[in-house]
């Protein structure tokens, strides 16, 4: 399986896959750097009056609500919708979810337009599914990964969708199995957005990769990974943010391989 996903990792810097993202303002330049190091090309448009345009251009889409307002509400559903439309893999990050009526609104909202990907934080996948009251607390996550398990396996068979849980060991469930990785450093926490960056690296795999199941785990994987390898060389959040830039550059295969710690579950 490793020698699969390392091959998926060359695929997408083989094919520059074009990245269309609506994302918060917190993390953009994150994002896109992130990006461009995996070999993808970014794209951060939200204007309602190319929105068409550009989604008949890329090959995904990446949606954020971190940082929400009603235009870019609009636009978000314009994406989605039109990707849907088009048959286009987009993913959505649910960040904050349950913490305002406003962002389960939209969230509901962009929901019916069916998300190959959703990936969130335990508490993020418990308030979507609404498995119980979990309060979010602001977008850092108050439950344990495997918490959200039964609530993903809900919305993933009413979605039909795969849902990534983050966390110190992150999940990702299809329709048949669950898959788990344990990589990646606590240091990771202290940076604004890398989870972000880490959906929009799933966006950019989604894109260039026919198996969706086997690019969410091959972008998850590479992330982990690199963010554990970073965090070897940094003494802190401001190096850990380089480190990993140029790591998810610059990985080798024998490095990917021998680090990956990743289970299958029935």
Known sequence: MEKIL??????????????????????????????????????MAHAHSEIEEMVKLCQSFVINIGTLDEYWVTSMKLVAQKAHQLKKPWILDPVGAGATTFRN????????????????????????????????????????????????KFIQQKYNTIVCISGATDFIVSENQIISIDNGNSLMTKVTGLGCSSTAVIGAFIAAIENKLEAVVAANSLFSVCGELAAENSSGPGSLQVNLLDKLYNITEAEFVKHLKMKHNA
């Open 105 to 152: 609104e939209t969230l509901s909202e962009l929901l019916n337009y069916k998300p190959t990907i959703i990936r969130g934080n335990a508490s993020e996948i418990l308030a979507l599914a609404k498995a119980n009251s979990t309060i979010t607390k602001g977008v850092d996550s108050t439950a344990q990964s495997e918490a959200a398990l039964d609530a993903a």
């Open 6 to 43: 390392w091959n998926h990792v060359q695929t997408v810097k083989q094919t520059f896959p074009l990245v269309h993202n609506i994302t918060n303002f917190v993390v953009m330049n994150n994002t896109a750097n992130a990006l461009l190091a995996v070999g993808a090309s970014p794209i």
